[in-house]
């Protein structure tokens, strides 16, 4: 493909369904919100909205420096503090399900709905990829970004009409036109980090303490396995605890899995053999964080396993 006239083509199709409207998009970080708004960017400049919603699910320091990364591009960004609407909405669930369909309506029926008032906005750029819409479609997995493909029309639910210029490409696709954008490498190399963040990785409740567990946890994961080029890694909470020793007592701690896999388009995925002493150190590092007294390494190839665990 070539990817120089696939930016073009999608800039004019912007600018086309846009027309001297106003559009919105939501900013999360990773390389697909990040393509989007680029492209927005070029096709729209002050037409285009950029928000980035802090859902309370987000790494470490991340919407600070998100925030950053754009306004050192020119592209004005918007940090939207709604970490309570969306830790009230995932309170008390537990069903994989249940919590993405929370996220999706925190998202788009409260945040969004508001921001999208503020702005008068009647277009929404979505950074859906091919591989988002065949998994939902096959009932996989719903994605927290895919509506139209599933029969919810969001100009009626929502009151805004969704565009989305990346759809008929795949992960490795999206980097090529990160290329041709000369989005800066830490953006652009970024490994993939699914919308709906650290609650793909927390089975079980999603409360603030876990989070900030699982968000520890990931730090250390992404600092000692950066080096490896793979394709994604990640920690993750167990829903279950196990008995463990701290301080000369008893403790019925958590447990965090580690998972590091290389693939090309998160359609299959294979494990990572990583050397020994890097799995000692991550577990010891691990188990350093307050609670935490379990350190696994996933061995499971996709399939059967999906890369994230909710
Ligand atoms: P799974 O877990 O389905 O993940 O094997 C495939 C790829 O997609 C990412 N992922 C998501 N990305 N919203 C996203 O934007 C989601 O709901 C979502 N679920 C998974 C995942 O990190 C992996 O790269």
Partial sequence: ???????????????????????????SGGVDSSVVTVLAHRALNNQLKTVFVDNALMREGEPQWVVQVFADMGIPVDLLDARRQFLSALKGLTDPE?????????????VFAEA???CGAKFLLHGTIL???????????????????????????????VIEPLKTLR????????????????IAGRIPFPGPALATRIVGEVTEQRVATV?????????????????QY????LGDRATGIRDDKREFGQIIVVRCIDSIDARTATVRELPWKTLQRLCQR????????????DLTPKPPATIEYV
Avoid: W
């Avoid at 493909?1 to 900013?27: H, P, S, T």
């Avoid at 065949?134 to 994605?143: D, L, N, S």
């Avoid at 730090?219 to 490896?228: F, Q």
């Fill in 234 to 237: 990640m920690a993750v909470l």
């Fill in 286 to 297: 691990i188990t350093e964080i307050p609670g935490v007294n379990r350190c696994l390494f």
């Fill in 131 to 161: 591989t988002d819409i065949e998994e939902t479609v096959a009932g996989i997995k719903r994605q927290h970004n895919i509506l139209a493909q599933i029969g919810i029309d969001p100009e009626q639910s929502y009151g805004y009409k």
């Fill in 98 to 110: 249940d919590k993405r369909n929370a996220i999706t309506n925190a998202f788009y029926k409260d």
């Fill in 215 to 231: 968000r520890a946890a990931t730090a250390i994961v992404e600092a000692e396995l950066a080096k490896t080029g793979a394709f």
């Fill in 1 to 27: 493909m070539d990817y120089q006239q696939f930016v073009e083509e999608q800039v004019a199709e912007i600018k086309r369904e846009v027309g001297d409207g106003i559009a919105i998009n939501a900013l």
């Fill in 171 to 186: 992960k490795d696709g999206v980097r090529e036109v990160a290329k041709v954008l000369r989005l800066p490498e830490e």
């Fill in 116 to 118: 999208v008032g503020n």
